[in-house]
Protein backbone atom coordinates (compact mmCIF):
# COMPACT_ATOMS: atom_id res chain seq x y z
CA UNK A 1 0.00 0.00 0.00
CA UNK A 2 1.34 3.31 -0.94
CA UNK A 3 2.58 5.88 1.84
CA UNK A 4 0.14 8.55 2.76
CA UNK A 5 0.88 11.68 1.07
CA UNK A 6 3.04 10.02 -1.46
CA UNK A 7 1.41 10.81 -4.48
CA UNK A 8 2.27 14.65 -5.13
CA UNK A 9 5.75 13.31 -4.15
CA UNK A 10 5.46 10.50 -6.78
CA UNK A 11 3.97 12.66 -9.10
CA UNK A 12 6.49 15.01 -9.21
CA UNK A 13 9.45 12.43 -9.26
CA UNK A 14 8.11 11.17 -12.82
CA UNK A 15 6.90 14.78 -14.21
CA UNK A 16 10.68 15.75 -13.44
CA UNK A 17 12.01 12.13 -15.21
CA UNK A 18 9.63 12.82 -17.98
CA UNK A 19 11.37 16.29 -18.65
CA UNK A 20 14.86 14.55 -17.93
CA UNK A 21 14.36 11.95 -20.53
CA UNK A 22 13.56 13.90 -23.02
CA UNK A 23 15.54 16.64 -22.54
CA UNK A 24 18.23 13.29 -23.07
CA UNK A 25 16.82 11.30 -26.04
CA UNK A 26 13.74 13.66 -27.84
CA UNK A 27 10.12 12.46 -26.80
CA UNK A 28 10.03 9.73 -29.33
CA UNK A 29 12.98 7.89 -27.53
CA UNK A 30 11.56 8.39 -24.24
CA UNK A 31 9.80 5.43 -23.59
CA UNK A 32 8.21 4.48 -20.25
CA UNK A 33 11.04 2.14 -19.31
CA UNK A 34 13.41 5.22 -19.98
CA UNK A 35 10.98 7.53 -18.18
CA UNK A 36 10.71 5.28 -14.95
CA UNK A 37 14.67 4.59 -14.78
CA UNK A 38 15.14 8.26 -14.66
CA UNK A 39 12.37 8.33 -11.90
CA UNK A 40 14.21 5.11 -10.20
CA UNK A 41 10.67 3.20 -9.66
CA UNK A 42 8.93 0.53 -11.88
CA UNK A 43 7.08 1.43 -14.84
CA UNK A 44 3.94 -0.07 -13.45
CA UNK A 45 3.89 2.98 -10.82
CA UNK A 46 3.28 5.53 -14.48
CA UNK A 47 0.29 3.66 -15.42
CA UNK A 48 -1.10 3.32 -11.96
CA UNK A 49 -0.70 7.59 -11.88
CA UNK A 50 -1.10 8.54 -15.32
CA UNK A 51 -2.34 5.64 -17.29
CA UNK A 52 0.84 5.48 -19.35
CA UNK A 53 3.03 7.74 -21.25
CA UNK A 54 0.45 10.01 -23.26
CA UNK A 55 -0.88 10.80 -19.95
CA UNK A 56 2.39 11.41 -18.62
CA UNK A 57 3.32 14.44 -21.32
CA UNK A 58 0.21 15.80 -20.86
CA UNK A 59 0.65 16.51 -17.28
CA UNK A 60 4.37 17.72 -17.18
CA UNK A 61 2.47 20.30 -19.84
CA UNK A 62 -0.02 20.99 -17.41
CA UNK A 63 2.95 21.32 -14.62
CA UNK A 64 4.94 23.63 -17.09
CA UNK A 65 1.59 25.87 -17.72
CA UNK A 66 1.55 26.14 -13.99
CA UNK A 67 4.77 27.31 -13.70
CA UNK A 68 4.84 29.80 -16.14
CA UNK A 69 1.71 31.42 -14.44
CA UNK A 70 2.58 31.41 -11.39
CA UNK A 71 6.37 33.04 -12.90
CA UNK A 72 4.31 35.58 -14.16
CA UNK A 73 1.64 36.28 -11.39
CA UNK A 74 4.60 36.46 -8.84
CA UNK A 75 6.03 39.56 -11.24
CA UNK A 76 2.67 41.17 -11.25
CA UNK A 77 2.13 40.94 -7.94
CA UNK A 78 5.37 42.25 -6.94
CA UNK A 79 4.39 45.52 -9.26
CA UNK A 80 4.89 48.86 -7.61
CA UNK A 81 4.13 50.22 -10.89
CA UNK A 82 0.32 49.53 -11.83
CA UNK A 83 0.83 50.67 -15.42
CA UNK A 84 0.18 48.64 -18.54
CA UNK A 85 3.42 48.75 -19.37
CA UNK A 86 4.71 47.35 -16.07
CA UNK A 87 2.10 44.82 -16.20
CA UNK A 88 3.23 43.88 -19.66
CA UNK A 89 6.87 43.85 -18.63
CA UNK A 90 6.11 41.14 -16.44
CA UNK A 91 4.53 39.16 -18.47
CA UNK A 92 7.39 39.62 -20.54
CA UNK A 93 9.64 38.47 -17.95
CA UNK A 94 7.63 35.59 -17.17
CA UNK A 95 7.91 33.93 -20.63
CA UNK A 96 11.62 33.59 -19.94
CA UNK A 97 11.70 32.24 -16.64
CA UNK A 98 14.28 29.91 -15.40
CA UNK A 99 11.29 27.56 -15.53
CA UNK A 100 10.58 27.75 -18.89
CA UNK A 101 13.86 27.89 -20.35
CA UNK A 102 16.31 25.07 -18.90
CA UNK A 103 17.11 22.42 -21.10
CA UNK A 104 15.34 19.74 -20.28
CA UNK A 105 12.16 22.43 -19.66
CA UNK A 106 12.85 23.83 -23.34
CA UNK A 107 13.11 20.76 -25.05
CA UNK A 108 9.66 19.70 -23.59
CA UNK A 109 7.85 22.69 -25.05
CA UNK A 110 9.35 22.07 -28.05
CA UNK A 111 7.93 18.46 -27.77
CA UNK A 112 4.87 19.97 -27.03
CA UNK A 113 4.42 21.87 -29.49
CA UNK A 114 5.10 19.49 -32.10
CA UNK A 115 2.95 16.89 -30.60
CA UNK A 116 -0.45 19.13 -29.95
CA UNK A 117 -0.57 18.95 -33.76
CA UNK A 118 -1.59 15.14 -33.73
CA UNK A 119 -2.82 15.41 -29.77
CA UNK A 120 -6.21 16.42 -28.91
CA UNK A 121 -5.92 17.20 -25.59
CA UNK A 122 -2.46 18.79 -25.86
CA UNK A 123 -3.74 20.66 -28.75
CA UNK A 124 -6.65 21.93 -26.36
CA UNK A 125 -3.68 22.50 -24.09
CA UNK A 126 -1.55 24.84 -26.69
CA UNK A 127 -5.31 26.69 -27.14
CA UNK A 128 -5.66 27.64 -24.20
CA UNK A 129 -2.01 29.10 -23.56
CA UNK A 130 -1.86 30.89 -26.49
CA UNK A 131 -5.38 32.61 -25.73
CA UNK A 132 -4.37 33.36 -22.01
CA UNK A 133 -1.33 34.91 -23.32
CA UNK A 134 -2.86 36.94 -25.96
CA UNK A 135 -5.83 38.16 -23.64
CA UNK A 136 -3.53 39.45 -20.90
CA UNK A 137 -1.78 41.60 -23.31
CA UNK A 138 -4.90 42.71 -25.35
CA UNK A 139 -6.21 43.49 -21.92
CA UNK A 140 -3.01 45.76 -20.96
CA UNK A 141 -2.67 46.98 -24.46
CA UNK A 142 -6.61 48.35 -24.67
CA UNK A 143 -5.78 50.98 -21.54
CA UNK A 144 -3.45 52.71 -23.69
CA UNK A 145 -4.52 52.38 -27.48
CA UNK A 146 -8.25 51.63 -29.58
CA UNK A 147 -9.56 47.93 -29.43
CA UNK A 148 -8.44 47.17 -32.97
CA UNK A 149 -4.85 48.27 -32.53
CA UNK A 150 -4.51 46.38 -28.92
CA UNK A 151 -5.48 43.38 -30.87
CA UNK A 152 -2.78 43.92 -33.13
CA UNK A 153 -0.21 44.48 -30.67
CA UNK A 154 -1.20 41.78 -28.47
CA UNK A 155 -1.00 39.21 -31.40
CA UNK A 156 2.47 40.84 -32.30
CA UNK A 157 3.88 40.98 -28.97
CA UNK A 158 3.04 36.96 -28.50
CA UNK A 159 4.40 35.93 -31.85
CA UNK A 160 7.60 38.16 -30.50
CA UNK A 161 7.72 36.40 -27.56
CA UNK A 162 7.29 32.62 -28.83
CA UNK A 163 9.45 33.49 -31.55
CA UNK A 164 12.05 34.63 -29.55
CA UNK A 165 11.57 31.84 -27.19
CA UNK A 166 11.69 29.27 -30.48
CA UNK A 167 14.37 30.48 -32.21
CA UNK A 168 16.61 30.87 -29.04
CA UNK A 169 15.64 26.82 -27.95
CA UNK A 170 16.90 25.41 -31.30
CA UNK A 171 20.35 27.12 -31.13
CA UNK A 172 22.70 25.01 -30.19
CA UNK A 173 24.32 27.02 -27.22
CA UNK A 174 20.49 26.92 -25.73
CA UNK A 175 18.30 30.08 -25.25
CA UNK A 176 20.12 33.56 -24.38
CA UNK A 177 16.78 34.57 -21.85
CA UNK A 178 18.10 37.97 -20.75
CA UNK A 179 18.80 38.71 -24.76
CA UNK A 180 15.48 37.78 -25.60
CA UNK A 181 14.03 39.87 -22.87
CA UNK A 182 15.70 42.50 -24.34
CA UNK A 183 14.54 42.32 -27.56
CA UNK A 184 10.57 41.68 -26.04
CA UNK A 185 10.77 44.66 -24.24
CA UNK A 186 12.62 47.04 -26.49
CA UNK A 187 9.40 46.08 -29.19
CA UNK A 188 6.94 46.57 -26.63
CA UNK A 189 8.18 50.36 -25.93
CA UNK A 190 8.20 50.63 -29.77
CA UNK A 191 4.68 50.10 -29.79
CA UNK A 192 3.82 52.01 -26.68
CA UNK A 193 5.28 54.74 -28.31
CA UNK A 194 4.27 54.40 -32.19
CA UNK A 195 0.57 54.67 -29.77
CA UNK A 196 1.34 57.44 -27.48
CA UNK A 197 0.55 55.61 -24.40
CA UNK A 198 -1.86 57.80 -23.14
CA UNK A 199 -4.36 55.67 -20.68
CA UNK A 200 -7.88 55.56 -21.69
CA UNK A 201 -10.55 55.69 -18.94
CA UNK A 202 -12.85 53.10 -20.35
CA UNK A 203 -12.22 49.64 -20.92
CA UNK A 204 -15.63 48.50 -21.41
CA UNK A 205 -15.33 46.80 -24.76
CA UNK A 206 -14.60 43.20 -25.14
CA UNK A 207 -11.39 41.89 -26.96
Not at 14 to 23: C, F, Q, R, S, V
Not at 41 to 55: L, T
Not at 85 to 110: C, S, Y
Request: hydrophobic content about 40%; overall charge neutral; glycine content about 8%.
Amino acid sequence: MPKVGMEPIRREQLINATMAAIDEVGLAEATVMRIARHAGVSAGIISHYFGGKDGLLEATMRQILTDLNHAISMRRHALEDNTPRAHIGAIIEGNFDRTQVTGPAAKTWLAFWASSMHKPMLQRLQNVNDRRLYTNLCHQFRQVMPRADARNAARGLAAMIDGLWLRGALTPEGLDADEARHLAHNYLDQLLAYHGCQPRASMTETY
